[in-house]
């Protein structure tokens, strides 16, 4: 866990709608709850320092033998190196298999939703987010790969058929990353296009940013496959 | 698991070649035109990208595609979506009866992470995909990489959320045919992996036919 006492670098809420992004330095922590339960917030990573190296679903997944996100975990880039850390999850299931929502979707569940009629709570999609914040870095469709859902449980049968698991992130939940590069992070806080609710309820969450502890030898992510070691060990051999 | 033969004649297509394993291939399906792979000897890893020919920016998602379909697995009856929401192929034939779409392509510096650092001199298939791009797609290039289908190979999720590279269900002659909705660049890497089940540790030719 980061240390509380450490002064915060970003602390401010992220509103349903609204979508965020910056440069994570490497060692420095970002630590998303989901205020009032039930949130949805959609993520891309990328090296800051060479944006074509960005969060690799596939990569993630089965270097770590998982199909879900939670503590423990690292999200790797398709270098072969660790983005981010998972170093605290309260929720315990982060999707990254089920995408985000677009405009088109937006307008077939919730209806019309534009600006001209309800100002700055209009009804924004995911997609378009993100390709809105991508684009303040020279970033652009073909950029746009999978992404982390953090608080969006979407869990497979035995045949694979997929369900949308309604109420799993409670109040308060908490995820808490390690940035092990300097990180673009990039979020959208809109409703996942799996959750039934029919109308436009986006849920507010709240950013903050401080200065992470150390990884220690011993740390959680490093240690839990020797795959994730292996990851580690290329990732500071970047930064040496 | 479900098996959907195909009436396609081979003697009938217009394309048919055989690609070797390690080797990238790349290829424009029109719209209306069917497209075959065939597992010649069986538990080949078929790593495959679609783009739409009029807009390269648009392209096979991987994840829209798993959502739309409300299924991890593919087979006859999946519509591989864009990222633009729309169908660019639908699955119409498939006789192995599942497809991955979770594994992505194994890298020269994924190969590091999961197998052991010395392995970084192996082939990959994304060096497949980034030679063929290279040579003959220059409109596309690393950007375009996401995650891929492939074709036979099986990598079952579990309930609880974890996710295993298995052997293959395929089988010698198995195959799979889509249909194209729109003019489609088709990018493929027949897999050299020899570190893990996906080929059987025996990477083998596939063959490739149009109609």
Redesign the interface.
């Known amino acids: 866990m980061a240390d509380e006492s450490k002064e915060s670098i970003v602390d401010e809420p992220l509103r349903g709608g609204q979508m965020w992004s910056r440069v994570l330095k490497r060692g420095q922590s970002l630590r998303l709850t989901d205020i009032a339960g039930g949130g949805s917030v959609a993520a891309l990573f990328f090296n800051a320092d060479q944006p ?1 190296e960005r969060y ?4 993630t ?3 770590q ?4 996100i ?1 503590a423990g975990n690292v999200l ?1 880039s ?4 660790v983005l981010c850390s998972v170093v605290s999850d309260s929720c315990g ?1 982060h999707d990254t ?3 985000v929502g ?1 405009a ?2 937006s307008l077939l569940k919730y209806g019309a939703g534009d600006y001209q009629t309800l100002r700055n709570e209009w009804h924004r999609n995911s997609r378009d987010n993100l390709l809105v914040e991508l684009g303040k870095y020279g970033l ?8 982390v859902n953090f608080f969006v449980k ?9 369900s949308w698991v309604p109420e799993h992130s409670k109040p308060g939940s908490m995820v808490e990353l390690r940035s092990e590069m300097n990180t673009l992070v990039v979020l959208s806080n809109t409703p996942h ?2 959750d039934p609710t029919l109308n436009y309820t986006p849920k507010i969450a709240h950013i903050a940013v401080r200065w992470a502890e150390p990884a220690l030898p011993d740390d959680r992510c490093r240690r839990s496959c020797p ?1 994730n070691e ?2 580690f ?2 990732t500071e051999a970047y930064f040496s | 698991m479900a098996l959907f033969e195909s009436s396609l004649d081979p003697k009938q297509a217009s394309f048919d070649t055989v690609l070797g394993s390690g080797l990238g291939f790349s290829h424009v399906v029109l719209r209306g035109q069917t497209l075959r792979i065939v597992d010649l000897e069986g538990n080949q890893a078929v790593d495959t990208l679609f783009f739409s020919a009029a807009d390269p920016s648009e392209r096979y998602s991987a994840v829209d595609t798993i959502r739309e379909q409300g299924a991890i697995y593919l087979s006859t009856g999946s519509p591989l979506m864009s990222t633009e929401g729309r169908v660019l192929l639908n699955i119409v034939a498939d006789t192995c009866g599942r497809h991955d779409t979770l594994g992505g392509a194994c890298a020269a510096e994924s190969n590091q992470v999961r197998y052991a650092i010395e392995k970084k001199y192996m082939h990959s298939c994304r060096d497949n995909f980034l030679l063929e791009i290279q040579q003959r797609r220059p409109e596309l290039s690393k950007r375009d990489l996401t995650a891929n289908i492939n074709f036979f190979m099986n990598v079952p999720v579990t309930p609880e959320g974890g996710l295993d590279f298995d052997d293959g269900i395929s089988a010698p002659g198995r195959y799979v045919e889509m249909r194209a909705d729109e003019d489609v660049i088709v990018l493929i890497s027949n897999c050299p992996q020899l570190n893990n089940p996906c080929n059987g540790y025996n990477p083998t030719p596939v063959r490739i036919l149009v109609w």
């Open positions: 074509l690799n679903m596939p990569d997944l089965k270097a033998h998982i199909a879900r939670t790797y398709d270098m072969g190196r299931w298999i089920t995408g677009d088109k979707q652009a469709k073909r950029d746009f790969g999978a992404t979407v869990v497979p049968d035995a045949e694979g058929k997929l296009p799996l795959e292996r990851g060990l290329l």
